[in-house]
């Protein structure tokens, strides 16, 4: 008579073979032909650079053996994590801590907020996620715009929404420069772009990327592709692409021909930088050198995990990148608006106020929508709590607002189960500390290897 088998051990099993059945469709993909391949395309998957945008692609020195280079040895997904390992990370969490338990107080925004220009000229609104308006010494600047209610290329499926976009695309008004910091879909959104098009705005793009926009509706004299550290002057402002440790990815056959970067953005009286998606790396320090110091940064604080950290900041290495790059403001993006990975909802708004106390970093946590001044940042108030769903078997407590200049950081969620803080465990080593030397990097892998999800 056979042992019995555990329900966690069979799913593992049966997550195993998905992984390696998904493995061979890629590889099939890889293999189809070009005919074959453009049936299946969907619109929402792009285009492939072609023509003089190839060419750029083909003869950037970042451009290696067929794929561009990260500017360090990068996997996408490290410690060679297979399908099972990912499988049991997920049963592990807390799924009901993943979104949050109530409706999320998204501020509305009117039009009329932003009718009159920022007093000091520089004004932030976050629209969720790594969606950002910048009004940037009297030009209106919207970093990866994405109105969609799932970062799909499918209506139907993929992580939906968590809070609704404060205000209507259609209410935004006019937008002199749409920046995109790579392909991904919680970045790069079809029908948003396809909206923007409507307008007179230019779009700021990494090599190859400009190809997506061309084939859906974006005339090629509006588009501005740029490696990194080019930089192209646009309506007063120069915008520069720089490094950046990620990668793209946009359908079911892999490309390497689309760059990724952060931004550099130059006004006549202020200077922003906006992360994209990266991991740490040396890179944030030389930008710091080159350009520095930021009036305000936006940097990613969300969807880590211990399977992929080489591609995503953690909150604390985001605390550690604004500090290298001599930023003054630091507001987190990338987090509350779409579940990515398996941390809780609120955990990265929690360890990046943790982070940035520690290293004597200011931050501003807006409710999204409400715009800011980084001349004058509002009041951390840990908005978030009252709607985060508690741990299993605790009460979700709601302390006082957070106040500039503390010297303690109320309790957290996982604080009140009395167990400790959650560490990315693998990661202890590469995470930054506050003593570290703002050239130096963590710990760096061997190869760039391993597949990732798509976001």
């Not at 061309?214 to 002057?233: F, K, N, Q, Y």
């Not at 990148?321 to 507001?331: K, N, P, S, T």
């Not at 579940?339 to 982070?355: C, K, Q, S, T």
Request: overall charge neutral; proline content about 12%; glycine content about 8%.
């Amino acid at each position: 008579m056979s042992r019995p088998v555990s329900w966690l051990f069979r799913a593992g099993e049966l997550a195993a073979e998905a992984g390696l059945a998904l493995r061979d469709a890629k590889r099939s993909y890889r293999t189809l032909p070009r005919e074959t391949w453009q049936r299946m395309r969907t619109d929402a998957f792009g285009a492939d650079p072609s023509g003089w945008r190839l060419h750029r692609v083909r003869n950037s020195p970042h451009f290696v053996d067929g794929s561009f280079r990260n500017p360090v040895a990068t996997r996408r997904l490290a410690y060679a994590h297979t399908p099972l390992a990912l499988m049991r990370t997920k049963l592990a969490a807390d799924p009901n801590r993943r979104a949050p338990a109530a409706a999320v107080p998204v501020h509305r925004l009117l039009p009329m907020e932003l009718a009159t220009p920022p007093a000091s000229g520089l004004r932030l609104t976050w629209l969720g996620h790594a969606t950002v308006l910048a009004e940037l010494d009297g030009v209106r600047v919207l970093f990866d715009p994405v109105w969609s209610e799932r970062c799909s290329p499918f209506d139907w499926i993929g992580p939906k929404r968590l809070h609704p976009v404060p205000l209507p695309l259609a209410e935004l008004g006019p937008v002199d420069v749409v920046v995109i910091s790579h392909d991904h879909y919680d970045h790069l959104d079809m029908p948003t772009v396809r909206t923007l098009a409507a307008g007179d705005a230019v779009f700021a793009v990494p090599l190859g990327v400009g190809a997506h926009l061309e084939h859906w509706g974006v005339s090629p004299r509006r588009i501005v592709d740029l490696d990194w550290w080019e930089s192209a002057e646009l309506d007063g402002l120069r915008l520069t692409a720089t490094p950046a440790r990620h990668y793209c990815s946009r359908g079911p056959r892999p490309s390497g021909r689309f760059l990724w970067s952060s931004w550099v953005v130059e006004g006549k009286r202020h200077r922003l930088f906006h992360s994209g998606d990266s991991g740490y790396f040396p890179g944030f320090a030389e930008i710091g050198r080159r350009f520095g110091p930021f009036d305000a940064t936006m940097m990613q604080v969300g969807a880590y995990s211990e399977h992929w950290p080489e591609v995503h900041l953690t909150p604390e290495e985001a605390v550690q990148a604004h500090r290298d790059l001599g930023g003054d403001v630091m507001l987190p993006v990338h987090w509350g608006t779409f579940d990515l990975a398996p941390h809780p909802w609120e955990e990265p708004a929690e360890r990046v106020v943790a982070a940035a106390q520690d290293a004597g970093v200011t931050l501003a946590l807006p409710r999204p929508g409400r715009p800011f001044e980084p001349a004058a940042p509002p009041t951390a108030k840990p908005w978030w709590r009252p709607v985060a769903a508690a741990p299993s078997g605790a009460d979700l407590l709601v302390p006082d607002g957070l106040t500039r200049g503390s010297t303690t950081v109320p309790d957290t969620p996982a604080a009140l189960t009395a167990a400790p803080a959650r560490p990315d465990a693998p990661l202890a080593e590469a995470r930054p500390t506050a003593d570290r030397s703002p050239g130096q990097s963590p710990g760096q892998s061997p190869a760039q290897d391993g597949e990732v999800p798509l976001f």
